[in-house]
């Protein structure tokens, strides 16, 4: 599988944005996905992640303001992010697998 990030961008803080990850060549309804983030100053965090089931899980900070969801029919996986904060600033990343194996390029997202 290939997977390619975007809908990054510069919002202000309490904005919304909202990411998509298209994957290629398997279907995404065989594998686990994340999004993951890398904050300046800071290691990769995991966001969320869904599950071939639909199952969602997420990072306990973000809870109540970030979404996962995915359409297999569009092989695409979304995180809607709401009320963004200053914080949030990073680079967003999808991988697919548990344990995360295949990454895509990712996409900035900056909170000003």
């Known amino acids: 599988v290939q997977l390619v990030e975007s809908g990054g961008g510069s919002v202000q803080a309490g904005g919304s944005l909202k990411l998509t990850c298209l994957a290629s060549g398997n279907p995404i309804r065989s594998h686990c996905v994340g999004w993951f983030r890398q904050v300046p100053g800071k290691e990769r965090e995991g966001v969320a992640s869904?599950?071939?089931?639909?199952?969602?899980t997420y990072l306990d900070s973000l809870k109540g303001r970030f979404t996962i969801s995915k359409d297999n029919a569009k092989n695409t996986v979304y995180l809607q992010m709401n009320s963004l904060k200053f914080e949030d600033t990073g680079l967003y990343y999808c991988a697919a697998g548990d344990p995360a194996n295949v990454w895509g390029q990712g996409t900035q997202v900056t909170v000003s």
């Open positions: 869904i599950d071939m089931d639909g199952r969602t």
